[in-house]
């Protein structure tokens, strides 16, 4: 019985579950048990990818499409973020679940948003960011290190002179990029939007005013988590603590859930992208058990 059909029929596949333990030295318990159908889910879609590009690429055309291995790269860092929410969450880290899954949450939202209009500009746009963004970044560094006395200041100026030259060789490169994909001139790439403007584009705002939202707050470490437990404990009652502490599990889950979602509608819209015809057919069934899931566990937050 294929993966998929053992996930679809509410069984993980022993393969891909043990290969997870393996990857992450995870000694099995009920914690990983219990999330034993999204750790397979999760695999599944990877290698219904890998698999589809493995057919593709023996097609010289495809192969010669200028922008299939580097979206590949940022598909695959989704996945990896996926698969450490779920580490995190497994082992009982709750916090850095939510953490990981905003990064796979934005990560897939890059990728979707690329794929969703012209591939060419908008990796030059994302490439081009990352140098104009970080050059900034590194002028305001200077400026700071100046107003250091010695002999810090000559270490971070000695620093922060060697990230402005690895910058100038990353511009290099990515000016090359930006010219095979047909912008010779470069001051005419669109800028890199936010990620407001990001989630607008791919039709998912309302995740953004809720699930992103809620996700950046524990990123930024904001009041709402010690304020809820905080008043938790002024009831004095261990019968609230307790499902107060069932609420923010369930909450957690829900996040890594929604982080996987969104990694397999990346995957999806890259299967779609690129012709990844048998790979579509299983994302597509491994989306729809993933928004079950969560509706699932949505109930009991």
């Known amino acids: 019985m294929s993966a998929l059909n053992k996930i679809l029929k509410g069984e993980p596949s022993n393969t891909f579950y043990t290969q997870f333990l393996a990857r992450h030295s995870i000694i099995e318990d009920q914690y990983v048990l219990f999330e034993a159908l999204l750790i397979n889910a999760v695999c599944t879609i990877k290698v219904a990818i890998d698999d589809g590009l493995r057919l593709r690429t023996k097609n010289d055309t495809f192969v010669s499409e200028s922008t299939w291995a580097l979206l590949l790269s940022m598909l695959d860092r989704v996945w990896e973020h996926s698969d450490a ?33 012209d591939r060419n500009e908008r990796l030059s746009s994302y490439f081009r960011e990352y140098i104009i963004d970080g050059g900034k970044q590194v002028e305001k560094w200077l400026e700071q290190a100046a107003t250091r006395p010695e002999p810090e200041r000559s270490a971070h100026v000695k620093a922060a002179t060697q990230k402005m030259e690895d910058l100038a060789a990353l511009s290099a490169q990515t000016d090359m990029i930006c010219k095979a994909f047909g912008f010779e001139e470069l001051d005419l790439i669109p800028r890199w939007p936010n990620v407001y403007t990001r989630f607008v584009a791919i039709g998912k705002v309302i995740d953004y005013r809720t699930v992103y939202h809620a996700l950046c707050a524990e990123t930024h470490n904001d009041a709402e988590d010690l304020l809820l437990h905080f008043l938790a404990r002024l009831t004095h009652s261990d019968e609230i603590l307790e499902s107060a502490a069932l609420k923010a599990l369930s909450f957690t889950r829900l996040m890594v859930y929604q982080g996987a979602h969104y990694y397999a509608q990346a995957a999806l819209a890259y299967a779609r992208t690129y012709g990844l015809n048998r790979a579509i057919g299983t994302i597509t069934q491994i989306d729809s058990l993933i928004g079950n899931w969560s509706r699932n566990i949505a109930q009991q937050v």
Not at 87 to 114: D, G, K, P
């Open 85 to 117: 929410s779920l580490v995190t969450l497994v082992t009982r880290s709750a916090a850095s679940s939510e953490v990981i899954a905003r990064t796979t949450l934005e990560s897939a939202v890059n990728v979707i948003y690329i794929l969703s209009g």
